[in-house]
């Protein structure tokens, strides 16, 4: 399993945090993330400029 907040493998017996999220599609979705505090992935928000 991935951690949803850092995108990193979740160990067997590692403690874990859930966190329901009753707006998602159909019946809903569960996530799970580190119970200890991981550092956010990074995302791209815009172009980095090498398109052209």
């Known amino acids: 399993m991935m951690c949803a907040r850092c995108n990193k493998p979740i160990e067997p017996g590692e403690a874990t945090e859930v966190i329901v999220n009753p707006g998602a599609t159909a019946v809903g979705a569960d ?22």
């Open 31 to 52: 996530i799970e993330i580190h119970a200890e505090p991981c550092a956010p992935a990074r995302q791209q928000t815009a172009p980095d400029g090498r398109w052209r």
